[in-house]
């Protein structure tokens, strides 16, 4: 199965600030998903990056507040703008390989915004 | 879109009993149904996942049966273990393509010794 490194593993960030999350992949993948995870809730889709055009976001998620970054086939960047206590969340990236392995998970990054 | 139902929300059971999680689905374009376990603190991990060209896969202690007509998809685990404690998953997606999963709210299994 692919590797997927992402980073940070957690930060605990000021309101009004922003915070870029990174996502490694260790093959090339079409297609790479961001999900918020909110405590003790399931996983929300934010928005599905394609290398080489804009990403495609969810009803209630929207590029300003997080913009998303896919320079090449094995990264991409998700950025929380503006961050209010609400944001606080674990997200996480995700990449398809159902052709063997099925969606795999980035380890996550827990955001604590104060 | 897809919408995707979980019960139960919290599931106990005695280590050694069995443990079953019931899933529907609203779209009958979906034909991919993973089912994922979460550890407290850790990723979601793809445990097994069903396609609906089949009725039922087994991986050993694990099983997951497809149901299209009445759209419903279910996950069986046998001979529970106290390690299987964690929150569990089902997933709905179209397999055309790349395309995007619907979660299920979850499933919080405690399997007591």
């Known amino acids: 199965s692919a590797v997927i490194s992402q980073k940070p593993s957690r930060d605990i960030c000021q309101r009004g600030t922003s915070l870029t999350i990174q996502c490694q992949v260790d093959?090339?993948?079409?297609?790479m998903f961001w999900y918020r995870q909110q405590p003790g809730q399931s996983l929300t889709l934010i928005a599905t990056a394609n290398q080489g055009s804009e990403a495609t976001y969810e009803s209630g998620f929207v590029i300003d507040k997080f913009p998303i970054s896919r320079p090449n086939l094995t990264f991409s960047t998700l950025t929380v703008s503006n961050m209010s206590p609400e944001d606080s969340s674990i997200y996480l990236c995700?990449?398809?390989?159902?052709?063997?392995?099925?969606?795999?998970f980035g380890s996550g990054t827990r955001l604590t915004v104060v | 879109g897809e919408n995707v139902e979980q019960h139960p929300s919290t599931l106990s059971v005695q280590e050694g009993d069995s443990a079953v999680i019931k899933c529907t689905y609203s779209d009958s374009a979906s034909n991919y149904f993973p089912w994922y376990k979460q550890e407290l603190g850790k990723r979601p991990q793809l445990i097994i996942d069903?396609?609906?060209?089949?009725g039922e896969k087994k991986d050993q202690r694990i099983a997951v049966t497809l149901n299209k007509t009445a759209k419903h998809f279910s996950l069986h685990i046998t001979e529970t273990q106290p390690e299987d404690s964690a929150v569990y998953f089902c997933?709905?997606?179209?397999?055309?393509?790349?395309?995007?999963?619907?979660f299920g709210k979850g499933t919080m299994l405690l399997v007591s010794p």
């Open positions: 093959s090339q993948v079409t297609m």
């Open positions: 997933a709905a997606s179209p397999i055309s393509g790349y395309s995007t999963l619907t």
């Open positions: 069903i396609r609906s060209n089949v």
């Open positions: 995700s990449v398809d390989l159902r052709q063997s392995y099925g969606y795999t």
